[in-house]
């Protein structure tokens, strides 16, 4: 039953066989850190500050994703079309959990407590699991980055406060936020890109380096 | 006889084939996939492959559909709910079996 088990998650595990589902991450993640830091430093009525951007960022990762996937995944291993309910359940997990993690923090900073060490170590172990369970179950060393999520969540955790506050300067977002909070979010999101970066890179090369199109005729 | 040996006798034959249920478990978990990716999965050659799918096609489990990437033909395999149904139940049956 166990080999059943394993035949149905690996269509699942297929869709970062090429490291691109790493990889897009990494380029959203690495994105959103590139736009947040100019939301951050920019006014708060700036182009930066509006919706366009995002959403041209967002369609250019998904359009690129896919070409990649056409030009090089499909003809070497072969099409996978997923089930739409594949994708539902991760969304409302990851919707709920990210409002009730929010909701927590938010009613902390009310109550004037520092929640920038706990808030780092819960991102960065819900990340982890999230990472070992969608990513490392299929590729053993993969779980080398779930631990560097975590030792990445402890670290920035734990520096000290002037470093994190630096990090936003005295831009608007202090008004709103405690400044540790939002230093820490962008020196932990850069951390979790790179490592999803190179992860996914060292996927890729590995992909194109063991398969290769096979000769077309007939099927 | 035996209720487990009654559920072991009473097995989807075309499931039941090794090469045939690799086939129906990974197509379960997908809306479809094209041969290419059947065969990387399965490690079955070209001749194995289309032989196991003609006869899920045969029992009415699997659709095969032939269509163009581009310019490279591509043949496209889903699981039809008679699939889909046979697999849930010798699942469940297996299941009882062991």
Known sequence: ?219 | MNSQIQAIADLDRVIHEPGRLMIVALLFAVDQADFLYLQHETGMNKGTLSSHISRLEKAEYVTVVKTYRGKVPQTLLSLTQAGRTSFEQYRKKLKKAL
Request: charged share 10%.
């Open chain 1, 1 to 219: 039953m166990d080999d059943v088990q394993a035949l149905l998650n690996r269509p699942k595990f297929y869709y970062n066989i090429d490291g691109v589902g790493e990889l897009a991450v990494g380029v959203m993640g690495m994105g959103y850190l590139l736009l947040f830091w100019l939301q951050v430093h920019s006014p708060l009525h700036s182009f930066w500050n509006k919706l366009y951007p995002l959403v041209i960022y967002v369609a250019g990762l998904h359009y690129g994703t896919k070409a990649v996937k056409q030009r090089i995944t499909y003809p070497r291993t072969g099409f996978v079309s997923y089930k739409k309910s594949m994708a539902f359940w991760p969304a409302v997990f990851s919707i709920t959990v990210a409002s009730v993690t929010a909701f927590g923090f938010l009613t902390l900073l009310r109550h004037g407590v520092d929640s920038t060490t706990p808030a780092c170590l819960i991102g960065g172990l819900f990340f982890a699991v999230c990472y070992g369970y969608g990513m490392a179950r299929a590729v053993s060393w993969k779980w080398l980055v779930a631990w560097g999520i975590v030792l990445a969540a402890v670290v920035v955790a734990f520096l000290p406060g002037r470093i994190l506050v630096s990090l936003t300067g005295d831009s608007w977002t202090a008004r709103y936020f405690d400044a540790k909070l939002v230093g820490a979010f962008l020196l932990y999101w850069m951390a979790l890109s790179m490592l999803l970066l190179i992860s996914g890179g060292i996927s890729f090369f590995l992909y194109l380096r063991h398969t290769q199109a096979p000769a077309q005729d007939g099927e």
